[in-house]
């Protein structure tokens, strides 16, 4: 229904360009997931994301942003419920695009489809896991999930119940810092964490003189 758009749409991965007041993060968006990166897409276009909180942070876990109502809010606020009226149908490719370190990652409510939320985000930080915990969780893992929930970490509990549609390309460390953050209860940082914006980052045209 909402973004039905062919993956030949997109030639190419797409980035954007989140300027936090921690830092700046750079983010790739998959054009296998195309239904969410247009969405995202749409949001940075459209300065949606600009001036919202990261409103729940979990350390070892991830940080989740992009509710519309945290704009304005006041302080010790419950966030969490702020979206535009739409959800984005799930893209799961959970062998491919799993919740490894850094992942970009869609929240969504308990609805059945699991359809994505049309605003809010995560990225995951997570943590190293033994290969005897990723076997008590009773899934199948790919050699290449095994390798990274071993390595670098991540939430592999969450692969195949939330679309992975992007992963940080630069900012690890910002993401790092915000996950650091003091929170109160119930996740939202005691310091606002706020993003300044969102932008596509625009490729430039190559000019061929003549000669």
């Not at 973004?3 to 936090?20: D, G, H, P």
């Not at 997931?33 to 991830?62: C, Q, W, Y």
């Not at 209860?185 to 932008?199: F, L, Q």
């Amino acid at each position: 229904m909402l973004f039905a758009i062919a993956v030949s749409a997109f030639a190419q991965n797409r980035k954007v360009k989140m300027v936090t007041t921690m830092g700046t993060i750079v983010l790739e968006l998959y054009l296998e997931t195309p239904k969410h990166a247009t969405n995202f897409l749409k949001l940075a276009n459209e300065k949606t994301l600009d001036s919202t909180l990261f409103h729940r942070v979990i350390k070892g876990f991830m940080i989740q942003g992009g509710d519309v109502t945290s704009k304005r809010a006041a302080a010790g606020v419950q966030l969490g419920s702020g979206d535009l009226g739409y959800r984005v149908d799930a893209e799961f490719m959970p062998e491919k695009y799993f919740h490894k370190k850094g992942a970009l990652c869609a929240a969504r409510d308990g609805n059945p489809a699991k359809a994505s939320s049309s605003c809010q985000f995560y990225i995951v930080q997570g943590k190293v896991m033994t290969n005897e915990e990723l076997t008590r969780m009773g899934k199948k893992f790919t050699p290449e999930q095994i390798a990274a929930y071993t390595t670098i970490g991540g939430t592999p509990f969450l692969d195949g119940e939330y679309t992975v549609f992007g992963q940080v390309l630069e900012g690890m460390d910002v993401v790092e810092k915000i996950a650091a953050t003091q929170t109160a209860p119930g996740d939202r940082p005691v310091a606002d964490v706020r993003i300044i914006s969102v932008r596509e980052i625009k490729k430039r045209k190559k000019c061929l003189g003549i000669f």
